[in-house]
């Protein structure tokens, strides 16, 4: 039997991620065919102070192209507007953790800016794949608009071949016609055109748990409560029950709406609104929910960690850090164990990846870094010292 024409449409995120007055906001709007409840700074506050204050979803539909039309016959782009202010920090990385592609917006009248800085950091811990826009051209002088392109264009691409993994990613230089009353959007076609030839096929696995990040919770009058969000893993279906971990509750999905069409089954990397009866929406916000049984709270976890190159500072057992799992946030005291495959004093080294119950984890003070490691690795051992002398 043929699938539904919606069950055809494969669903990309695209994070829109930049320094605040960058115009992400424009971008999103000019590149927008389709709104949802939270879009373009709908919201009181956002509206009085002019910047974007939280996630904002939109979207856009183009053909599949050819090499997946046997699956799909659409690709919608759904795209997350993310904050740019510094204080905002923990809501853009909760954006970060539900995309596919990223696209840096870059005001080319102010070049990197601090928390450009800060969405590269992310990006480079987060994603593979990324799209560099240089916005408001239009603001530039007609006659050094092509010259200042191009240095910038220059400038970027050693800063991003030196300070990431992204050196060779795309860059276009556009205008949405926000800015200047003197010229409506460039480039903006081209802009898509870059997108959809960026496109890669992410894995969807629709077995298993499902688990839904919630960004946005609120009452309808006569009908219930709608969380909205992204499906993080397996799949949900209207008439299924499903658990709210945070509030010990569980409800039954009464109706379900990707950008206010009706939709009967949502899969991972979907965005999807969830009506459900007697959920009090006072009390959630931001959270999980999932199929019953599947996300437990737990008072400790091993994980693997590593350095963000930029992060200066030491790594010490005994310090606070945040942990962020989707758009939640938790503060977590961290103790350190590594393998002593690189033992040097009452030092070891940490062995990224998976915890191995076979193997004898050993506690350190501090987490060493690459450097550090290789400059001991290179000094004669104090065995071998002790064994000459």
Known sequence: MTEPARERILNINVGILGHVDSGKTSLAKALSTLQSTASFDRSPQSQ???????????????PAPESIADKYDQIQYTLVDCPGHASLIKTIIGGAQIIDMMILV??????????????????????????????????????????????????????????????ECPIVAIST??????????????????????????????????????????????????????????????????????????KKIKSMQMFKKPVARAVQGDRVGMC?????????????????????????????????????????????????IGHQTALATIQLFGTPSDVQGTHTSVEYGSFDFDKEYQYQTEMLDEATLEEWRSEPSSSSSSSSS
Do not use: W
């Open 48 to 62: 009085t102070r002019g910047i974007t204050l939280d996630l904002g979803f939109s979207a856009f539909l183009l």
């Open 106 to 167: 870059i005001d080319i009248t102010e070049g990197i800016q601090t928390q450009t800085a800060e969405c590269l950091v992310i990006g480079n811990i987060l994603m593979d794949n990324m799209i560099v826009v240089l916005n408001k051209i239009d603001l530039l002088p007609p006659e050094k608009r092509a010259a200042t392109i191009k240095k910038m264009t220059s400038r970027l691409r050693k800063t991003l071949a030196a300070k990431s993994k992204f050196g």
């Open 276 to 324: 459900m009866a007697q959920l009090d929406a006072g009390a959630l916000e931001r959270g999980i929910a999932c199929s019953p049984g599947a996300v437990i709270e737990v008072p400790a976890a091993i994980v693997a960690i590593a350095r963000v190159e930029f992060f200066k500072r030491s790594i010490r057992s005994g310090a606070k850090f945040h942990v962020t």
């Open 177 to 250: 016609g926000q800015f200047s009353k003197a010229s409506g959007a460039e480039n903006l076609s081209e802009l898509v055109d870059t997108i959809q030839g960026a496109l890669r096929l992410p894995d969807r696995y629709t077995e298993g748990d499902f688990v839904f990040a919630i960004d946005h919770c609120f009452p309808i009058k006569g009908q219930g409560t709608v969380v909205t969000g992204t499906v993080l893993s397996g799949s949900v279906a209207q008439g299924d029950m499903i658990e709210f971990p945070a509030q010990k509750v569980q």
